[in-house]
C-alpha cells in the first residue's frame, strides 16, 4: 500500500462514500475487464467464494464429479466439497506444475461434470489443449487463476479461456485488497446467475425476492477504491516480477542442487520464485532465516491433508514436489542488489 491507496480512501471517506458495495465497486470491475479482455466481471469477498460460486452457477453440486489437480493451493478443492460435488485430484505435470492432461483425461467418469484447471504461479499448458480436452467429454472449464492476474497464453489473459474464470486478491498477490476475488466469463446468462448468487439468489439488492439459493459474498466500495489505485500499478508489478524472477534464475540456474520450473517469462509474470530443492531444502530454509531471508515451503499435497484422507491412488510427481519446493523473497519491491544478496547466500550454502 502506497500514499495513492490512502488518499483514495481518505477522500472516499470524506466524500461521504458508501462502505457496501456501490459505484467504486463497478469502476473496479470495469479496469478489471478493460485489463484481462473479459466482457464480464463480478467482484467477490474471496477467492474460494469465487470458487464456489463459479460452481454453483454452473449447476454443479451433488452427484457430481471435478477434476482438479492435487497440486494446488487448498481452497480449490475445498471449493468443490463446498460446492456439494466431489474433488478428483489429479497428479501434476512437473514441466508447469499444472494438471497432467493425460492423467486427468483417465479420471473422467460418466458423473465427471468440469475441469478446475489452475494455472499454478502464473503458468499453464497449451490452453488449447485442455479446451479441446473439455469439449471432448463436454465439460465445463473452471479456470482458478488466483495467481495468474498479469500472466498470458498466445497473448489472451489466462482465466478467459474457459466457461468462468477465478482471480484472488489476497494480500499475497501481485494486487491486493486484503481480501477479494473476481469471476469473469463471456457468458451473459453465467454472468446473471454469478450477480445473484453473490447476492443471496436475489435480482435486485434490497428487495427480498429470491430467485435462486444464494448467499452475501459482496465487495464494498472501501476494497474497490484501494483495487482501483493497485490496478494502476499492476502493469508495472508484471514487468517486476519478471526482471526479479530473471536476476534468480541467471544467479542460481548454475547451483546443481537447484531446479527452476520452465517459464516463459513472455507470458508469465511469476507470482513467486519457485524454485526445486533437491536436497537439504530444510538445512537451506534454516541458513536463509539465519540471515534474516525468508522462504516458504510449497503446498503440501493435498491428498496427504486429513480433509482428504478418504483419496486413494498414487501421486507421485505432486508428492515431489510438495516435498522438494521453495517459493524466495518475491516482492516487487526488492532491489536487485537484494535479489543478488539473497543469491550470493544461496550459493554459499551450497558451496559449504
Not at 454443479?60 to 464429479?65: A, C, L, S, V
Not at 468440469?114 to 472449464?141: E, P, Q, T, W
Not at 430467485?211 to 490496478?231: P, R, S, Y
Not at 530454509?285 to 525468508?294: A, V
Amino acid at each position: 500500500m502506497g500514499f495513492e491507496e490512502k488518499q483514495a480512501v481518505i477522500d472516499y471517506l470524506d466524500g461521504g462514500g458508501w462502505l457496501t458495495e456501490f459505484k467504486k465497486t463497478r469502476e473496479f470491475e470495469q479496469k478489471i475487464s478493460e485489463f484481462i479482455k473479459s466482457n464480464y466481471v463480478s467482484v467477490v469477498n474471496n477467492g474460494t467464494s469465487s470458487l464456489v460460486i463459479a460452481l454453483m452457477a454452473l449447476d454443479i453440486g451433488i452427484g457430481d464429479e471435478v477434476i482438479v489437480p492435487d497440486f494446488t493451493m487448498i481452497a480449490s478443492s475445498n471449493a468443490i466439497v463446498l460446492a456439494g460435488a466431489k474433488p478428483v485430484l489429479v497428479d501434476i505435470d512437473p514441466t508447469n506444475l499444472c494438471l497432467d492432461l493425460e492423467k486427468a483425461e483417465e479420471a473422467i467418469t460418466p458423473k465427471t461434470k468440469a475441469i478446475m484447471y489452475v494455472s499454478i504461479n502464473g503458468r499453464s499448458h497449451d490452453m488449447n489443449n485442455v479446451l479441446a480436452l473439455a469439449k471432448k467429454y463436454n465439460l465445463f472449464v473452471i479456470e482458478d487463476a488466483a495467481q495468474a492476474l498479469g500472466s498470458t497464453f498466445s497473448g489472451k489473459s489466462l482465466g478467459t479461456f474457459g466457461d468462468i474464470g477465478s482471480i484472488s486478491f489476497s494480500a499475497p498477490k501481485i494486487i491486493t485488497t486484503g481480501q477479494g476475488g473476481a469471476l469473469f466469463t463471456d457468458n451473459s446468462d453465467l454472468f446473471r446467475k454469478i450477480a445473484l448468487i453473490r447476492d443471496f439468489g436475489r435480482p435486485k439488492s434490497g428487495v427480498d425476492y429470491h430467485e435462486v439459493i444464494g448467499f452475501n459474498a459482496k465487495f464494498t466500495d472501501l476494497q474497490a477504491v484501494i483495487g482501483i489505485e493497485q490496478m494502476k500499478k499492476l502493469p508495472w508489478r508484471v514487468q517486476r516480477k519478471k526482471e526479479i524472477y530473471k536476476i534468480y534464475f541467471d544467479c542460481l540456474s548454475d547451483v546443481g542442487s537447484l531446479i527452476f520450473i520452465n517459464t516463459n517469462l513472455k507470458e508469465t509474470s511469476p507470482w513467486f520464485i519457485d524454485v526445486l530443492v533437491e536436497t537439504k531444502r530444510a538445512e537451506l530454509i534454516s541458513f536463509l532465516n539465519e540471515r534474516g531471508i525468508g522462504s516458504r515451503v510449497f503446498y503440501p499435497s493435498i491428498h496427504t491433508q486429513p480433509p482428504y484422507s478418504w483419496v486413494k491412488g498414487d501421486f507421485p510427481k505432486s508428492d515431489a514436489v510438495s516435498q522438494q519446493g521453495l517459493w524466495l523473497p518475491s516482492s516487487s519491491f526488492l532491489s536487485d542488489d537484494t535479489v543478488l544478496f539473497i543469491c550470493n547466500v544461496i550459493k554459499d550454502f551450497f558451496k559449504n
